[in-house]
């Protein structure tokens, strides 16, 4: 069973950068869909950016010009790069890996975007 740990998250002000990573303990060349998702105090978890087995890429309104994901299968890594943050993307952040039969999370990781 692959696992996921997140890592990169952190306190940061209004319009800086932070890169999220996704370390899987196994291959995941073949896991048909890796995203991130997050979830804010009193809301509920949304899906922020996927990206697919064949580099397809999916991203929620709200971060599209701003955020950038991307897989390294040699690397059994996703990222998300996350520039000119808000305070509205606070939240923990959290990797998933999609597939038949499969759908694994991770521990998340605190994002917080503050003056």
């Known amino acids: 069973q692959v696992q996921l740990v997140e890592s990169g998250g952190g306190l940061v002000q209004p319009g800086g950068s932070l890169r999220l990573s996704c370390a899987a303990s196994?291959?995941?060349?073949?896991?048909?869909?890796m995203g991130w998702y997050r979830q804010g105090p009193g809301k509920q978890r949304e899906m922020v950016a996927t990206?697919?087995?064949?580099?397809?890429?999916n991203y929620a309104d709200s971060v599209k010009g701003r955020f950038t994901i991307s897989r390294d299968n040699a690397k059994n890594t996703v990222y998300l790069q996350m520039n000119s943050l808000k305070p509205e993307d606070t939240a923990v952040y959290y990797c998933?890996?999609?597939?038949?039969?499969?759908?694994?999370w991770g521990q998340g990781t605190q994002v917080t975007v503050s003056s």
């Open positions: 196994g291959s995941i060349f073949r896991i048909a869909v």
């Open positions: 998933n890996a999609a597939d038949v039969g499969v759908n694994l």
């Open positions: 990206v697919s087995r064949s580099g397809s890429t």
